[in-house]
């Protein structure tokens, strides 16, 4: 089991960093900064309990931004807080907050949440148990709407389907562990988690990546 992140800063001193700071950091600060956080869209609100940090071109094969800029990454180069949506496995959606500078193309994955109002507009004829609504990055953006039209819009500006509410839960224990079905870059341990918290997704480890070296950093 991995072991509770250790906070880099004093304790408490996220929780006084504004989110356009958060997310001019790089992205394996702003992931885990991000957790106990509230987003809304459509109706929907959710609690942040799981993400997961690509470092774009800075090194990291995992990210989608890191051999160049294409038509499908561009919004990634925007800047902090660009929302970079993109089709997973030609079924559904998943939506990135960019972070770091402008070309950097650094994104956060939002991964899961908990559905904490419009419980009725999240199921949308959906029967869904409570837990699963927005467990895993496909459940996350079916249940708050979110689709390619909100690739390209910013989170800071309030403007866009997706908005980040005043809102944040006591710190977290927050744990960490390797990302989930990347192939390559597939130890990092950029997936952060809220410790305990019943809507995390499962790890699933990508079976074209190398064999783990080891089992205690599965959950």
């Not at 470092?55 to 499908?72: E, I, K, L, Q, V």
Request: charged content about 25%; aromatic content about 6%; some cysteine.
């Amino acid at each position: 089991m991995p072991r509770p992140r250790s906070p880099s800063s004093p304790p408490g001193h996220r929780r006084t960093l504004s989110l356009a700071d958060i997310l001019a950091g790089p992205p394996e600060d702003a992931a885990p900064a991000l957790l106990g956080r509230y987003v809304r869209a459509h109706g929907v609100t959710l609690r942040i309990t799981e993400t997961e940090a690509y470092a774009g071109t800075a090194g990291d094969p995992a990210s989608h931004a890191y051999r160049s800029r294409t038509a499908r990454n561009a919004s990634m180069f925007e800047g902090p807080g660009t929302l970079y949506v993109y089709f997973s496995y030609g079924m559904h959606w998943c939506v990135n907050i960019t972070c770091g500078p402008v070309g950097v193309a650094a994104a956060v994955l939002l991964r899961a949440g908990e559905v904490v109002d419009g419980v009725d507009e999240a199921r949308r004829g959906r029967s869904v148990a409570h837990r699963d609504l927005a467990r895993g990055p496909a459940r996350l953006t079916k249940t708050l709407g979110i689709d390619r039209a909100a690739d390209g819009t910013n989170l800071l500006d309030g403007k866009g389907p997706l908005v980040l509410l005043d809102r944040k839960d006591p710190e977290p224990v927050i744990r960490s562990g390797p990302r989930t079905g990347v192939s390559q870059g597939a130890d990092t341990p950029w997936r952060f988690w809220i410790d305990g918290d019943p809507t995390v997704s499962p790890y699933r480890r990508s079976p074209r990546a190398p064999a783990i070296r080891n089992d205690a950093l599965r959950e």
